[in-house]
């Protein structure tokens, strides 16, 4: 398996812009996750879905923000318009809950930067 | 409700001597806990999990963490450091079987002297 994919690697854009972040979660996991890590307020759970149905979204920043799972192998998070505030690492995680084994499966993250 | 507090914000150890990275937990279940680690630019790597099986964990690259419930501790040890340890690392907690709801700690930097 070649894990939880997300792309794009680095994102540079110019505030006001809309961003879509990419995650493609490892096959036959049914939980995926958004968090946002930045130096002041460290890993953040954004939102977390379970059977592509999003559970829990209180970690969402604002209105700005917005995410989606239209099925099983995919997951985008948005952010519409972007500001230099929202400029971090943003990863997504997988894991098979339910399994006494789970365990949590990042990918290697989005460090978006917003000028 | 749960939580997970690491001890210390930064470590630094010499090469070839022990690591010890604390973590004390809060959790009203029994909770399943985690290590992880993340080299810098990289994602978070699982290093070891504890999820009601033996108490004594052995992760990958010669780490292992101990759960005591007593202590409501889950530290993070390896007899001898590597150069290549240098990373932050995260303890985390989750409660009962669900993957749905976790904590992380805040991370400790770990930092190898040659």
């Known amino acids: 398996d070649a894990g939880v994919i997300q792309s794009p690697r680095h994102e540079v854009t110019e505030m006001g812009q809309e961003v879509t972040l990419r995650c493609k979660p490892i096959s036959g996991h049914n939980s995926l996750f958004w968090y946002r890590q930045t130096m002041m307020r460290g890993l953040e759970l954004l939102i977390y879905?379970?059977?592509?149905?999003?559970?829990?979204d209180s970690g969402m920043p604002e209105d700005r923000f917005s995410a989606k799972m239209p099925n099983a192998s995919f997951s985008t998070l948005k952010i519409q318009p972007s500001e230099p505030r929202d400029s971090a690492v943003y990863f997504c995680?997988?894991?098979?809950?339910?399994?006494?084994?789970?365990?949590?499966?990042f990918g290697s993250g989005t460090r978006l930067t917003v000028v | 409700a749960q939580s997970v507090t690491q001890l210390d914000s930064h470590v630094s150890v010499s090469e070839g001597t022990p690591v010890l990275l604390r973590c004390n937990y809060s959790s009203s279940y029994s909770p399943s806990l985690f290590w992880y680690v993340q080299h810098p630019n990289k994602g978070l790597q699982l290093l070891l999990k504890y999820t009601s099986a033996a108490t004594l964990v052995k992760g990958i690259n010669g780490f292992e963490a101990e759960f005591k419930k007593s202590e409501t501790s889950f530290h993070l040890t390896k007899p001898s450091a590597h150069m290549s340890d240098a990373a932050e690392y995260f303890c985390?907690?989750?409660?009962?079987?669900?993957?749905?709801?976790?904590?992380f700690g805040s991370g400790t930097r770990l930092s190898i002297r040659p």
């Open positions: 879905f379970n059977n592509n149905v999003p559970i829990d």
């Open positions: 995680a997988s894991s098979f809950e339910g399994s006494p084994d789970y365990g949590y499966t």
């Open positions: 985390v907690v989750s409660e009962g079987s669900s993957a749905s709801k976790i904590i």
